[in-house]
């Protein structure tokens, strides 16, 4: 009879790009695949194996222990290359020793593949190293789920007793027992305690209190399995080392460039557009307008590929001279063959001093909802200054934006790129009967704002601002708030 063999392969903690190479290599020589309800699908991604989920946590079409050994048997009877894929590592807490012993019983070939285990990567991913010098040298890991009856009970006392960390596995569900458990040992109620939910995965959270507290917070929070407790000093340089979350408002069409900007910056970017952006229908005398003007301003990428849609702005603007308000602008109309100035300054001084003696009417072509601050400047310094609105900024109706502002006490960063993404986002909260929620919050993180306007309408709206770049771009601001977080 041929005879297959079985790899009993780490996963790591969700995030499959924190799987070994070895896993990735063998998931693509595999004939069967076993894996667990809680994997990301992603990891398959492109897998040709027979897949069969063994749903440990799915409820209904559960396999016991027994079963899963069964088919991996069975499977590897037929002459099967099997990979048993398992969250973490296999042999921690995973039962892959049980499955292993199984398989030699029968006499089965059979290979561990070692992974990532979640009790030190998702402390890790929240920011908390489990060792650290003269702060702990030692490391305890612990199931927070013991069965009932069983022949060796967890010694609370001795774990207490223990200095370092100590890390608790599946103890969601008894953590208010474990904690007090704890206490009752002689561990201080003071201690520092964390509970890391969904380590690796894009959902992941984490929270921390003390160890007396812990429970009652985590019940607060709605935190789930998986997630793991840290208890120890240790939990304090998350303060410092943990990745900052920030929210970034901007309309979809951005969301992808802009979260990709924040994580190179070393944040963690949650997407959450408040603005979308609705085209106007043109004035009938736009070419009249556009032919009486010097010089064509515009202030977004949004505004030149909108207007660029239009052939007869596209000839018109051929002959004209072209501002861009910064350097995102410039390169939008740079991609249809347009050379823009740029001032130095994005303000109407910056403006007047790159217009003087070079034009002296001005065409902007923008939101509806621009703000009146470079355009009046430019009045008062005696230029001629027309405005012709290319869309319309309006609130998204995008429900990632509702659960941020579910969830606006968590976020550490608020990133506000226009005066509309300020205005959006708190109409959204009091509609949603959060705004004290989300006025709180942002008086507990870090306001930033992209530029001058978008200052002025947070402070008119009540919110205080943390931080305004020098230049007003989004990579500017990301800068500044990277200085900050050292
Ligand atoms: N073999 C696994 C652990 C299996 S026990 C490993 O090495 O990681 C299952 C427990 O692991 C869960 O109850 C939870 O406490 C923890 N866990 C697994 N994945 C996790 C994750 N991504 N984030 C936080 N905890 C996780």
Not at 177 to 191: D, E, F, R, V, Y
Not at 251 to 261: N, R, T
Not at 368 to 395: F, H, K, N, T, W
Request: net charge neutral; charged share 25%.
């Amino acid at each position: 009879m041929a005879r297959g063999k079985v790899y009993l392969v780490g996963a790591g903690p969700g995030d499959p790009e924190l799987m070994t190479l070895k896993a990735k290599r063998l998931l693509g020589e595999a004939d069967v695949v076993l894996f667990d309800r809680l994997l990301d699908p992603r990891m398959l991604d492109g897998v040709r194996a027979e897949l069969i989920d063994v749903g440990k946590n799915a409820g209904r079409h559960k396999l016991n222990q027994e079963g899963i050994n069964r088919l991996l048997i069975e499977k590897a009877q037929a002459g099967n290359i099997v990979v048993r894929l398992k969250g973490g590592d296999p042999y921690l807490f995973g039962r892959g020793g049980e499955e292993a012993l199984a398989l030699l019983e029968k006499g089965i070939p059979f290979e561990v593949v070692p992974g990532v285990t979640s009790s030190i990567a998702a402390p890790a991913l929240a920011g908390i190293p489990v060792t650290h010098r003269g702060v702990a040298s030692s490391l305890t890991i612990v199931t927070g789920h013991e069965e009932p009856g069983k022949e060796a009970p967890l010694d609370w006392s001795a774990i207490a007793a223990l200095g370092g960390t100590l890390v608790v596995l599946m103890g969601v569900s008894r953590l208010e027992k474990n904690a007090a458990a704890l206490i009752a040992a002689g561990k201080p109620s003071s201690t520092p305690a964390a509970m890391v939910e969904k380590g690796g995965w894009p959902e992941q959270r984490m929270i921390s209190a003390t160890l007396g507290d812990i429970a009652r917070k985590a019940k607060e929070e709605g935190i789930e399995s998986p997630a793991i407790l840290v208890v120890g000093e240790v939990v304090t340089l998350a303060q410092r080392l943990a990745k900052k979350k920030i929210a970034i408002l901007r309309p979809d069409a951005q969301q992808k460039e802009s979260a990709a900007l924040a994580e190179n910056y070393g944040f963690s970017p949650i997407s959450a557009p408040a603005i979308a952006l609705a085209k106007k229908p043109l004035p009938s005398d736009l070419l009249e307008r556009l032919g009486r003007a010097e010089c064509v301003a515009f202030t977004s990428a949004n505004g030149v590929n909108m207007a660029l849609q239009s052939p007869d702005i596209r000839q018109a603007l051929a002959s004209k001279m072209l501002v861009s308000i910064g350097p995102k602008t410039a390169q939008a109309l740079a991609v249809h063959g347009l050379t823009a100035a740029m001032p130095q300054e994005y303000s109407s001084q910056g403006l007047e001093k790159l217009l003087s003696n070079r034009c002296r009417s001005i065409l902007f072509l923008r939101s509806s909802q621009g703000s009146r601050y470079l355009s009046d400047g430019l009045r008062a310094a005696g230029i001629d200054v027309d405005d012709i609105p290319l869309y319309e900024v309006v609130p998204s109706g995008d429900p990632r934006l509702d659960e941020l502002i579910k969830r606006a006490r968590s976020v550490d960063i608020f990133a506000f790129t226009s005066s509309s993404t300020a205005r959006f986002l708190i109409e959204r909260a009091a509609a949603m009967g959060r705004e004290k929620e989300l006025f709180r919050a942002l008086a507990a993180g870090t306001v930033a704002a992209i530029g001058k306007p978008t200052k002025e309408e947070l402070t008119r709206l009540g919110v205080e601002v943390d931080v305004m770049p020098d230049e007003f771009t989004f990579v500017a601001m990301l800068a500044v708030l990277r200085e900050l977080a050292r």
